[in-house]
């Protein structure tokens, strides 16, 4: 199955964990980009809900196999040859986290059932419209998801 998100893809943001001081201390953990997040899983959730109509029997069970490619546009300031590949923030993990979560409950019970990644960070070659291209499959036994 092949998933294409349209959109700013958005990173799982850092937990920051703060004590609230008082009689009854207690910690309070707080997510970076909240509501950014949120819509952006929706979205990833609202693909996987489609393309899941014709992926017959639906997958809930078992290992899988996904390889992502997120696509930037080069910043106006940046060249070719000094950023051939986005080599800055958003970290590629905290991107894989977010569509990770965005499918769980969806394709798997749980994200622990991936058991291989392929990931990439890209430019777009001309400026246009941002995305993330997903690819699932179950584990097939030996092997992944090649380029």
């Known amino acids: 199955m092949?998933?294409?998100v349209m959109g700013t893809p958005v990173p799982k943001g850092s937990?920051?964990?703060?004590?609230i001081p008082g009689d009854k201390?207690?910690?309070?953990v707080v997510q970076n980009n909240k509501k950014a997040l949120a819509h952006w899983q929706t979205q990833i959730g609202n693909e996987a809900r489609y393309a899941m109509i014709h992926w017959v029997p639906p997958p809930f069970d078992g290992?899988?196999?996904?390889g992502v490619t997120?696509?930037?546009?080069?910043?106006?300031?940046?060249?070719?040859?000094?950023?051939?590949v986005p080599a800055v923030k958003p970290d590629l993990d905290k991107l894989i986290r977010?569509?990770?979560d965005g499918l769980t409950g969806i394709l798997w019970r749980d994200d622990a059932q991936v058991v291989s990644i392929i990931a990439k960070k890209r430019y777009l070659i001309a400026a246009g419209a941002e995305y993330v291209e997903i690819r699932v499959n179950e584990w097939?036994?030996?092997g992944g998801i090649s380029e």
């Open 15 to 19: 937990a920051r964990a703060f004590v």
């Open 70 to 84: 997120f696509m930037f546009n080069r910043p106006k300031s940046v060249s070719v040859k000094a950023r051939p």
């Open 25 to 28: 201390p207690r910690a309070v």
């Open 63 to 66: 290992p899988f196999m996904v």
């Open 98 to 100: 977010a569509v990770l």
């Open 140 to 142: 097939q036994g030996v």
């Open 2 to 4: 092949t998933l294409m």
